[in-house]
């Protein structure tokens, strides 16, 4: 029977174990996430103290150093899971996060665009704006 683990990316932190194999992780975002099946586990299997992926091969017990690292590393992986899903309920993950989010832009913009008529300015687009909003969420203002 396989043990699969499942590890973060950014930082190798273990996170978690299953003797399902992988099937247990189907769900897993791997572009932060991955999963091992059958390391070498020189310091035992279990998760106590806390695992680091170090190879294709090896799992082994981390450092006081390494968990302190996972901390920043699970940080920068949080906020950028968020900006990800921020931008997509903007594209359709959620049908009703979507059309409210859709129905606010559609409603500012042609507001925008009244005022923006008032000073011969040229109209903005509904894309034109979810573009800036996408911009916004990418350049980390909010984190």
Same mark, same amino acid.
């Given at each position: 029977?396989?043990?699969? =683990?499942? =590890?973060?990316?950014?930082?190798?932190?273990?996170?978690?174990?299953?003797?399902?194999?992988?099937?247990?992780?189907?769900?897993?975002?791997?572009?932060?996430?991955?999963?091992?099946?059958?390391?070498?586990?020189?310091?035992?299997?279990?998760?106590?103290?806390?695992?680091?992926?170090?190879?294709?091969?090896?799992?082994?017990?981390?450092?006081?150093? /390494?968990?302190?690292?996972?901390? %920043?590393?699970?940080?920068?992986? /949080?906020?950028?899971?968020?900006?990800? !899903?921020?931008?997509?309920?903007? /594209?359709? !993950?959620?049908?009703?996060?979507?059309?409210?989010?859709?129905?606010?832009?559609?409603?500012?913009?042609? /507001?925008?665009?009244?005022?923006?008529?008032?000073?011969?300015?040229?109209?903005? %687009?509904?894309?034109?704006?979810?573009?800036?909003?996408?911009?916004?969420?990418?350049?980390?203002? =909010?984190?």
């Amino acid at each position: 029977m396989a043990i699969t =683990y499942l =590890y973060r990316i950014n930082g190798g932190r273990v996170k978690s174990v299953s003797s399902n194999g992988a099937v247990a992780f189907v769900d897993i975002d791997p572009s932060f996430e991955a999963t091992i099946d059958d390391p070498s586990t020189p310091d035992g299997a279990n998760l106590t103290p806390v695992k680091i992926f170090v190879s294709p091969s090896t799992i082994r017990n981390a450092t006081d150093t /390494e968990v302190t690292a996972f901390n %920043t590393a699970d940080t920068v992986d /949080e906020n950028l899971q968020a900006r990800n !899903n921020a931008k997509n309920s903007l /594209e359709g !993950n959620a049908l009703v996060t979507r059309k409210v989010l859709r129905s606010l832009i559609d409603i500012l913009v042609s /507001e925008i665009n009244a005022l923006r008529a008032l000073h011969g300015m040229s109209n903005r %687009t509904t894309q034109q704006a979810i573009t800036a909003i996408k911009n916004k969420i990418d350049d980390g203002e =909010y984190d």
